[in-house]
């Protein structure tokens, strides 16, 4: 059994389980759909498939099966008499929220375990069996089984700006709504050491700007909205706030 976290990328909120790593199961879907006509699907007694069309993308899907239990330490949240205290967020990701347009969406989280699994998502589905009982009838175990689809960047890429990146700035932090700042939890790099005694490598400044612009560049955006010297040595506290790209100056 394995530790692994989830990361709620809105509040950088930690939730932690145990994860059997037997349990994990991924699917790829090819970005192909079956061709249609006016009237309808294509048909016809020669056809030995039916033909198909290549829409691009896909989809990938991580199945995941985890345990939850009271007595596991690990997590801020106080689950000492309900193991609902500790899946419940995990459950609430799978319920539409109204984003800042008033449109209904998913809330984003990341899969972080180990070196080799750091994927953003949404969960699309959620079952949970629960076992020992208090003698009031709250569970203190749940086995939970969550589905995890793999998704891009939830801001526009930086491509989509037609100056160069040199020519932004940061805004003023007392300009922009705290509602509207994406607070980011740094995590240990794809080469973090575990080894006991050692401290991970972190995230560098310039794989956020990556992640959240589309542009490494705008790593000096960052840098000066967070108060921040060295791109490549974030120093605590573990989180980066993250402005909207609408709100970047332009220079």
Known sequence: MERVAFLLE????????LLNPESVVVRRAAGVRARRSAG???TGNGLADDPLLFTGGGRTEIELDLLFDTELGGSTVDATTDVQNLTR???????????????????TVR???????????????????????DPSGSPQRSW????????????????AIAQPAANFAAPPADEVPEDQVVIHQVVAGPTGSEREGEVPDRQRLDAIATQYYGEPSLW??????NGISDP????????VRIPPLATLRRL
Do not use: M
Not at 144 to 159: D, N, S, V, Y
Not at 220 to 225: G, K, S, T
């Open 10 to 17: 809105e509040t950088g909120q930690r939730l932690s389980a």
């Open 144 to 159: 939970l089984r969550l589905r995890l689809l793999r998704t891009g960047t939830r801001i526009a890429p930086q491509a």
């Open 232 to 239: 490549t040595r974030l120093p605590p506290p573990d989180t």
């Open 89 to 107: 967020p995990l459950w609430e990701l799978a319920e539409n929220v109204a984003g800042p347009d008033g449109a209904a969406r998913l809330r």
């Open 40 to 42: 309808g699907r294509l």
């Open 220 to 225: 000096r955006v960052l840098a000066a909205f």
């Open 111 to 133: 899969l972080v375990w180990g070196k080799a699994w750091n994927v953003q998502g949404i969960v699309t589905a959620v079952a949970e069996r629960f076992e020992r009982f």
